[in-house]
């Protein structure tokens, strides 16, 4: 399992359970930091309902906002993300053993 | 909140369901196959504790025990409760043999194994890396 420190995942999940918020947080990883308006000009959603998104988002640790001059730039940082995919992939994995076991368990009988 | 991460497992088995009962539901037979060591007592709001194959000591409470079909436990990491989840083993009689239904969820303590489930789609893990979906 994973060593180091661990924030509850579940605020995690509730937050990428909006697809927009996911589309979003893609956006982000892709094309890098940008601001809510620009965001806005690519999504059917208006400039405030972007920035209900990426509050959450932020709230999620899943984005940091940044201001420069008068305006504020959206980044991601998808460590988070990284956690909870190393739970499921920690957890396939041990399952996956422990289901050889079991069938080769089965066959010695 | 009802969204959480999901692995689910099937085996099939040339075992009856009977005697993959009896490894279900006998704690001391889970150190047959689910963990290298066991000490749980599985009975409905029965603890214990397991050690895992990489050497993770896991605290277990027995939630629900089905006769002859399930059996569900929370466990989680003894230096990790965050890591909290629930394993639901179900037993399902085959025609020949048996079948393993595995579910473990980490959920919150109100949502268990029902709602919203999320789930490790493994089409982008080559690439930028993994997405997740809900189900």
Same mark, same amino acid.
């Given at each position: 399992m994973n060593s180091g420190p661990v924030e509850p995942l579940d605020q995690l999940f509730a937050v990428l359970a909006d697809p927009t918020r996911r589309t979003l947080l893609q956006q982000l990883v892709h094309g890098g930091p940008t601001t809510a308006t620009r965001l806005a000009e690519h999504y059917p959603v208006s400039r405030q309902a972007v920035v209900k998104h990426l509050q959450a988002l932020a709230e999620a640790d899943l984005v940091v906002a940044e201001r420069a001059g008068r305006e504020m730039y959206y980044r991601a940082t998808p460590e988070r993300l990284a956690d909870a995919v190393v739970w499921l992939l920690d957890t396939s994995a041990q399952w996956d053993r422990r289901l050889e076991r079991l069938r080769q368990r089965a066959l010695r009988h | 909140m009802d969204n959480d991460a999901t692995v689910t497992r099937e085996l099939d088995l040339p075992i009856g369901a009977e005697e993959l009962w009896h490894l279900v539901a006998d704690g001391e037979r889970?150190?047959?196959?689910? %963990?290298?060591?066991s000490e749980v007592d %599985? %009975?409905?709001g029965g603890r214990g504790t397991v050690v895992d194959d990489d050497g993770t000591t896991r605290a277990v409470r027995v939630e629900r025990v089905d006769p002859g079909r399930e059996v569900r436990f929370t466990w989680w990491p003894a230096d990790g409760p965050d890591l909290c989840s629930t394993v639901s083993l179900v037993v399902v009689p085959q025609v020949h043999g048996s079948r393993l239904r595995i579910t473990e969820v980490k959920a919150s303590a109100r949502s268990a194994i029902s709602g919203r489930r999320w789930e490790l789609r493994a089409i982008a893990l080559s690439a930028r890396g993994a997405t997740l979906v809900s189900v």
């Open positions: - | 889970w150190a047959d196959w689910m %963990v290298e060591t %599985v %009975v409905d």
